[in-house]
């Protein structure tokens, strides 16, 4: 592996904080890359624009998406950067190079019934279900990710003051207030069902398994996918869609964007326009159904 790239790695593990499996794409990106100038005989730190914009068009002709290779050239691009800033270069050949067009991908967002009924399966008769129950409710509840979800420790919710307080991506933290169901699940499986799956072990983890593992993203997953099961709902549904959902019912119901910004936690709050979108089209749904001269004449 190139020496320059194994720093980068580190620096972006280290200095940045990045997660494993982030750390992991750009490591996979990267040496895909490695692996394509090294047959035409080119080390990755002195590739030129040329060599960057071919590689696009090879992975373009073999069937990448153009999401896939808009991701690819910013992982690039990163690296020229940071070899940039280090020294190594004084220039960074991926910068002027432009992206392929992204196709837009409106977030799915289930109705306020689907997710009732998603949720209200778990009566909070066993432990388990008590588990399920509040997680779901946090889950859409407070829009958090499934990272922050298995991840949550109990020292991070607030219930007295209804607010929690999760570690999201680059390990940025933010205050979500809870509403009540959020706050009665909550209290009920701290104070009833958590310490019977705890086993009288000590672990901060919020959110545990039947043996009193912390819940992997894979549980979370399935939780939701069972939950969809006995609710007898047909689309597809996913933990994400909980937060989706989060989003779009605020913007429905007339928050405010940046407020929903600061709820999701989005750096930027481009990443959060995308659900006026949504609501765009729920308001073109309406009007339609609704609206005496909607109608086709």
């Not at 481009?270 to 609704?290: A, P, Q």
Request: hydrophobic share 40%; charged share 20%.
């Amino acid at each position: 592996m190139d020496e320059s790239l194994d720093a980068y790695l580190e620096f972006s593990a280290l200095e940045k904080k990045l997660a494993s499996r982030t750390i992991k794409a750009y490591s996979n990106d990267l040496n895909h890359f490695c692996s394509w100038l090294n047959a035409y005989g080119v080390v990755l730190s002195e590739a030129q624009t040329a060599d960057i914009a071919e590689y696009m068009v090879f992975l373009s002709s073999t069937g990448y998406s153009p999401v896939s290779i808009i991701r690819k050239l910013s992982t690039i691009r990163g690296f020229f950067r940071f070899i940039q800033s280090s020294g190594q270069r004084i220039d960074n050949p991926a910068e002027l190079l432009h992206s392929p067009r992204q196709p837009a991908r409106l977030p799915h967002a289930a109705s306020v019934e689907t997710v009732a009924a998603l949720i209200d399966v778990w009566k909070g008769d066993s432990p388990i279900s008590t588990r399920n129950r509040a997680l779901l409710e946090l889950a859409y509840g407070a829009g958090l990710r499934e990272s922050e979800l298995t991840g949550l420790t109990v020292s991070r919710i607030f219930l007295e003051e209804a607010l929690v307080r999760p570690l999201g991506k680059g390990s940025r933290e933010r205050l979500v207030p809870l509403g009540g169901a959020a706050v009665r699940w909550l209290s009920l499986y701290i104070d009833t069902a958590r310490p019977l799956l705890v086993h009288g072990r000590s672990t901060p983890v919020l959110f545990l398994t039947y043996r009193g593992n912390p819940l992997s993203r894979m549980t979370v997953w399935n939780i939701v996918r069972r939950s969809a099961e006995l609710a007898g709902i047909k689309e597809h549904i996913h933990p994400h869609i909980l937060r989706h959902s989060f989003a779009t019912h605020l913007l429905r119901g007339g928050a405010d964007l940046r407020v929903v910004q600061e709820l999701l936690g989005h750096a930027d709050i481009k990443t959060t326009e995308i659900y006026t979108s949504v609501d765009t089209t729920y308001l073109r749904g309406v009007v339609d159904r609704y609206h005496p001269r909607s109608a086709d004449v």
